[in-house]
Every structure is written in C-alpha cells, then in structure tokens.
C-alpha cells in the first residue's frame, strides 16, 4: 500500500465512506430504537421514566395513536424518522407531564435520579487506584484541590441526607 498511491486513495476514501456509512446506520437505528419505543408504549401502556421508572398510562394522559407506528414501504426514510421522532417526543412530553402532576412520582423520580447519579459517580471514583495517586509524577496540586472540594460535597450531601432521615423519623 506504500507503494500505490492509487490503492492509498481509494483506502482514504473507503475509511471517509465509512464514518458516513456509521452515521447512517446509527441515525437509523435511533430512528428504529424511537418508533420501537413508542410502539411498545402503545401496545403495552407502560412508559419508562427518564431515570427508567416504569410508569402505566392513564386514559387521561390522552388517547392512543392509531398507526402512527406502522411502518410501510411507501413511507421514505425521512418520514419514517420524522414521525417517530415526533411520536417519541410526543410521549416524552406526556411522561414529564405525568410527573410533574403527580407528587409522589415527582419524588420517586428525583430519588431514582440521585441514586443513578450517586451509582455513576461511586464507579467513576472506584476506577481510581491507590497506586496511580502514589505515583510522583502524576501529581498536580488541582487534583488535591478537585478531591478537596469533592470530600466538602460529599460531607454535605451526607448531612442532609442525616438531616432527611431524622426528619422523618
């Protein structure tokens, strides 16, 4: 391949032609994961909150779409992506509505959120190694600075929680 410079060419344009290649499949498996998403709301009635709470539909959360999801043929990729991006923010609209109306799913959601959070920052932080602190050459005084003001956060959060907890005890 060194020696071609032909063969380089076409290389280059084979690799362009694939990160093009990948957006399109992602767009439209996004588009399919959509219509997906919303079809199975429709034919089970079931919605998963945001941080993945599930959730039943009401009958006055609106009445169900009548073949909105179909997928046909004669439908262009565009228009099938059009109507399940639009189905599928349909639906996300009618979920934050349901939880801003209901008070205790309000709070369930918040502490389902927390506790994603809490989860993604106990791996992030659990990814740290002893040995990598240790190490000299590593060391920055911003990182002391960082994991400072992270303990201070933390420390806080902890209050409150304590706070919460023998509040409602």
Do not use: H
């Not at 060194?2 to 290389?11: S, V």
């Not at 959601?109 to 040995?131: M, P």
């Amino acid at each position: 391949m060194k020696e071609d410079p032909a063969l380089q060419t076409e290389m280059a344009r084979a690799f362009a032609r694939t990160d093009d290649l990948k957006k399109a499949v992602a767009n439209e498996a996004k588009a399919a994961d959509r219509i997906g998403y919303v079809r199975q709301i429709v034919e089970k009635g079931e919605i998963r909150t945001p941080p993945g709470r599930p959730w039943r539909r009401r009958p006055s959360c609106g009445p169900r779409p009548s073949g909105t999801c179909r997928s046909s043929t004669s439908w262009t990729t565009r228009r099938r992506r059009r109507v399940g991006r639009e189905a599928y923010d349909t639906v996300k609209g009618l979920v934050a509505k349901a939880v801003e109306e209901d008070p205790a799913l309000r709070v369930q959601e918040r502490r389902t959120k927390f506790y994603n959070s809490l989860q993604k920052a106990t791996k992030v932080f659990e990814e740290l190694t002893l040995d990598e602190v240790m190490e000299e050459d590593i060391y920055e005084a911003d990182m002391l600075q960082r994991l400072e003001a992270l303990q201070e956060a933390i420390g806080t959060c902890i209050s409150a929680l304590r706070r919460a907890t023998t509040a409602s005890s």
